[in-house]
């Protein structure tokens, strides 16, 4: 049983596509995330929903765009895609918003390759 | 703001000896939590063990225990008896209440040799 899982697992795109990721989480958790990890293994938080509302957003350029369908999902919408946003995306979920430090689980990640 | 520094960047150990990864913080917060995520080179981030800033206790979960040092503002992680499956990046983190973020140190590269 997967508990946080993504697709695809890897996106291999030409400059100026859009392409979306899909995330969804079985845990019954409130909370998602976005967080990228660059080509020097670091992790940054992009965006973060409970229950369907957008409570953080990080400076993300707005062709980033986060959706939250419902609780239990998280998709990522990228427009105009650029060299820059190579990177491994990871989808995460916790149990609750405030005033915890629940523990994040995280998805498989997906590895996007801009050519 | 929240700063998480892991000043070892690569690790080597022994099959079957303990070793120690550093961590610190830099918070002014009263509240918060610091984790520590293990990063294979399958590439999944798996949560390892968590300490919040009010446990008194060090946490422990099986092979992994967090050496707690409040006013040295130091969460180490010790790996005790390492496997050979241990070789991977070790990710520090920290959050806090009503900032339901992540904030990740730069990594630790651990290889464990025969």
């Known amino acids: 049983d997967t508990a946080v899982s993504q697709t695809p697992k890897y996106l291999v795109t030409q400059m100026g596509n859009d392409k979306s990721i899909k995330c969804e989480q079985n845990?019954?958790?409130?909370?998602m995330y976005w967080y990228k990890q660059d080509s020097k293994k670091f992790l940054k938080i992009m965006f973060s929903y409970n229950n369907k509302e957008l409570i953080i957003n990080e400076t993300v350029p707005n062709r980033f765009s986060p959706k939250s369908p419902d609780k239990a999902h998280l998709n990522l919408h990228i427009n105009s895609l650029e060299l820059g946003d190579s990177a491994v995306y990871f989808c995460?979920?916790?149990?609750?918003?405030?005033?915890?430090?629940?523990?994040?689980?995280f998805g498989p990640g997906t590895r996007l390759t801009v050519l | 703001a929240q700063k998480i520094t892991q000043t070892q960047p690569g690790m080597f150990v022994q099959e079957k000896e303990a070793v120690t990864l550093d961590c610190t913080y830099d918070?002014?917060?009263?509240?918060?939590?610091l984790f520590w995520y293990k990063q294979p080179s399958s590439g999944e981030m798996i949560f390892l063990i968590y300490q919040g800033s009010y446990d008194e206790q060090n946490a422990t979960e099986g092979r992994y225990s967090l050496n707690f040092q409040k006013a040295r503002k130091s969460a180490n992680l010790v790996i005790s008896a390492s496997q050979l499956g241990d070789s991977a990046m070790y990710f520090c983190a920290s959050t806090r209440p009503g900032f339901q973020k992540l904030v990740f140190g730069t990594g630790t590269r651990l290889l464990v040799s025969p």
């Open positions: 995460a979920s916790s149990q609750a918003r405030l005033p915890s430090t629940d523990t994040q689980y």
């Open positions: 918070t002014s917060d009263q509240s918060y939590g």
């Open positions: 845990l019954g958790h409130d909370t």
